[in-house]
Each structure stands twice: as C-alpha cells, then as structure tokens.
C-alpha cells in the first residue's frame, strides 16, 4: 500500500491560489466583479466500509470571477479522521478547483459547487495519491457589505482502491460552515468635477435643509413666475415648464459615489421637476432608481430605496408636494443592456422620472 508518487500535483492549487487574484484583477472585464477568499470548518462523515468514525474538516479558498453570477475557487483542505477498531487515524491533504455557481436571492444566495483535484492520505506511515471529485449545494448571506456566512454541503468522490480493496472509488459527505470576505467591491460610478459655481436658478430659493418632510408640505418655492429652464431633451409647454413624459437619465447626473450622495448641480434636472408638479396639481412623479447587478441582491435594492428616497425629499424641498410623488427603488431587477461590460453597467444605473396625470 505504499507509494512514492510525486507530491508535485498537491502544489498546483496552492500556487494557483496565491497567483489567480493578481491575475484577476488584471483583467479589466473582472475588475467590477469582487474577488474573494474564505475559510469554513466543519464534520466529515466518511463511507462506513472505511472503518472509520466521524472526523472534521477545515477548508481555505480564493475565488476569482469568470461572469456575473460564475466564479472559479481555489481550495485547499485538510481532514483528519480517527479509526474505530483499533483502525489507523487517516489524515488528508488536498487542494483542487471548483466551479461555483449562484442564484440571488433578496436574503439568501443558493450557491451549486463542482469541481476536483488531488489529495495525499496519510495512514499510519503510509501515504496514498489520488485524485478526487466533489460535488456540493450551499446558502450564503451578508454579515456585512463585504462579509458573508456561507454553509454548504458536499459530496467527495476519491479515486483508489487503496481506500477499499476491490472497489475504485470511496465517498465522503461533508458539512462546513464558514465566513466569506469580498475584496475589489462595486466600480465607483465615475464623477464628472463640479462647474464653476453659478448663479441660483431661483433668487428665493432656500438652502437645503435636513429632509424631514412634514404632514402636509408647504411649496419652498413660488414658481408663479415661470419654470426653470427644462433639461435636455424634455418636453415642455408654451410657458417653458414640463409635462406629462417619461424622462430617463444616468444615475450620475443626480447621485455620485457609492452611496448616492445629491450632486451639487442636480437641481438642474430637479427644479423643473418640482416646478411643473407645484404648477399642475393633477400631475404627478414616479420616481424610480436602478443599479447593476454587481454585489448582493438585497443591499442592491435596499441602496436603490435610499437613493430614490432623497432625490424624492429634495423635490419636496424644491417645492412639490410629498403626496404627488412615489419614490421606488428598483434594485438590479430591471436591467436594460448586457453587463459583459462597463459601458453596459452604466446603463443599467440609471434614474427614471416619469411625469404623469395622477390616478
């Protein structure tokens, strides 16, 4: 049962997982995507004809991205089992690959793992090559933005018959829970510089405030007057101010950073917004902000509720009613391009407000 077969294939994974992420965030097209490393414990059951009892497990890995929602591991593991009936301890080594693939939910991701590689048992002095193949199921939900609970349940399939005489293969069952650290985050949303201060488009209008709204808001703003100048691309009516339409523009132009703070230039866009829902009574806004697919499903949506949030307590502050306006935060759920690229992500950050008569 001895063999002397080189140790040189236990060393390729451990070398692939210090190289992978270096290699990964050279690769512009992974650069939006988080890597990740991760460590779990847990129980090993092995299959009852080894003769041995229930041992624990421990497991590193580094995962890189291949596409939205697919990432390739890197891992390395150690089990270690006592025997029962006066039968050897058996202690393994292995490292391999894995495929792991996710489906988000709002609270929860059920991840699918496949993959192999190679382990070295030892028992007693003896030592035993073999390759391997494994096969698991796991839920993964955030501690934190960055920070994950992972458990899973695995299958290991290793090949030899040193493990059972006259059988080529032996089956193990493994349960792990472990932590998850995200590494690279969301792509900052590019920002263009603030423009030289301009004049205020309303000499009256105040400074902003902190967003509470009252029961029932009085208008900041008297636009009795005329409108402000309406953006690009809008409609407007014979006296300048907007009207009915459905007006979609980036994300950018209104909210910059990763936690969508208001742009100093945004009531460009917004006053004459405020403007037409003060004027016309019988109109209203729907309000809705959108994200990429990047990063969890559920802190995706709650970011989008906050964002559309304030761009809807700025409104009121620039003088149309709370009541006229339903703010919605779409999360990924409504992507309208391809995001194998930037330029595609940033489509899909996008903020729609659509003026229409109120029901």
Not at 45 to 73: D, I, M, N, W
Not at 188 to 198: L, N
Not at 280 to 287: A, K, V
Not at 307 to 329: H, Y
Request: hydrophobic share 40%.
């Amino acid at each position: 049962m001895s063999h002397n077969r080189s140790n040189r294939g236990l060393r390729i994974p451990f070398v692939l997982a210090a190289l992978l992420p270096s290699a990964a965030m050279a690769q512009s097209s992974l650069l939006s995507t988080p890597w990740y490393v991760g460590g779990n414990v847990g129980v090993v059951q092995p299959e009852s004809l080894r003769g041995l009892s229930t041992g624990g497990q421990a497991r590193l890995l580094v995962g890189v991205p291949l596409r939205p929602q697919a990432f390739l591991e890197v891992t390395g593991f150690g089990i270690s089992v006592e025997g029962k009936d006066g039968q050897p301890k058996e202690d393994t080594l292995g490292g391999g690959l894995d495929l792991r693939l996710e489906s988000l939910g709002e609270d929860l991701n059920f991840l699918f793992l496949v993959g192999g590689g190679y382990s070295q048992t030892k028992r007693d002095s003896v030592k035993v090559n073999a390759p391997y193949v494994n096969i698991g199921w796991g839920v993964e939900t955030d501690l934190l933005p960055s920070l994950s609970l992972r458990a899973e349940l695995r299958g290991l399939a290793r090949f030899g018959e040193e493990f059972i005489p006259g059988r080529g293969v032996s089956y193990d069952a493994l349960a792990t829970v472990g932590l998850v650290k995200r590494f690279g985050g969301r792509p900052a949303v590019a920002v263009t510089p603030p423009a030289p201060p301009a004049p205020p488009l309303l000499p009256s209008l105040p400074p902003p405030v902190a967003p509470v709204i009252a029961a029932a808001p009085v208008a900041a703003v008297d636009y009795s007057g005329g409108c402000p100048p309406a953006p690009e691309g809008t409609k407007t009516d014979s006296s300048g101010c907007l009207v009915a339409q459905n007006y979609v523009l980036p994300r950018s132009r209104l909210l910059q950073g990763e936690n969508g703070v208001l742009r100093p230039d945004a009531d460009q866009v917004l006053a004459p917004f405020a403007a037409a829902l003060s004027r016309q009574s019988g109109l209203g806004l729907e309000l809705v902000v959108h994200t990429d697919t990047l990063g969890q499903q559920s802190y995706n949506l709650d970011l989008t509720i906050k964002m559309a949030e304030r761009l809807r307590d700025r409104l009121v502050e620039l003088g149309a009613a709370s009541s006229q306006i339903e703010a919605i935060g779409a999360g990924e759920s409504e992507p309208i391009a391809n995001e194998a690229d930037e330029a595609g992500r940033e489509k899909n950050r996008r903020v729609e407000l659509n003026l229409r008569p109120r029901r």
